[in-house]
């Protein structure tokens, strides 16, 4: 067993957010045909529709990775892809525990990058660009961690490891690289974003 690599935690990610969208798209999808069929404007039916699948997959996706990571470490798509979550201080409990599991998520969408604040009026150009940098790039740690741990896996003190048989015996942290940073590689993240952002900006 040993820590797990860029491409198969971003499957895992991605077989994950296929299950939460499409109960989300279903519910909505379904809202609008009975909405539409009951005399709603179609326009304000789509936009109510839209909506409602924003807030659908946040409340799942809440639920959902709170739960199976708090819980297990294990979501559908890590289980596909044999892959657990798991805490570098106690390596070889099931799940991280609720309270981490709850903060992890938070970690995850702040540092994501997922609300664009340069886009926003209220926020002054200069301001939204340095956050958008920042936050943006943050996601992308995966890309210069040795251990390839996400920023809030980092913080946290969690790490996925991969286990080609999907029973993950114990392991033993000490025996993974160490945890260094190459900081000129966050530096042209940091960069390309900022770079991104100033188009955001530009064009909002």
């Known amino acids: 067993m040993k820590h797990a690599g860029f491409w198969r935690q971003l499957f895992a990610v991605l077989i994950d957010q296929a299950v939460i969208m499409l109960p989300s798209m279903i519910i909505s999808g379904a809202y609008f045909y009975v909405a539409a069929g009951n005399g709603v404007d179609p326009t304000v039916a789509k936009v109510n529709s839209d909506l409602m699948t924003i807030a659908l997959m946040v409340i799942l996706s809440a639920a959902y990775y709170i739960y199976f ?112 940073i190459r900081l000129y590689s966050f530096t042209a993240l940091v960069v390309i974003n900022a770079l991104a952002s100033v188009y955001t900006a530009l064009n909002r």
């Open 69 to 180: 990571n708090g819980r297990y470490g294990v979501t559908l798509g890590r289980r596909l892809l044999k892959l657990k979550l798991t805490c570098l201080d106690e390596p070889n409990r099931d799940g991280v525990g609720y309270l981490r599991a709850a903060v992890r998520m938070l970690l995850f969408v702040a540092a994501g990058g997922f609300v664009s604040v340069a886009a926003l009026p209220m926020i002054p150009d200069a301001v939204g660009i340095l956050i958008d940098a920042i936050t943006g790039a943050t996601v992308l740690w995966i890309l210069i961690d040795a251990r390839r741990r996400t920023l809030e896996d980092a913080v946290m003190g969690t790490i996925m490891v991969h286990d080609p048989l999907g029973k993950f015996p114990d392991f033993d942290p000490d025996k993974l690289p160490s945890a260094k």
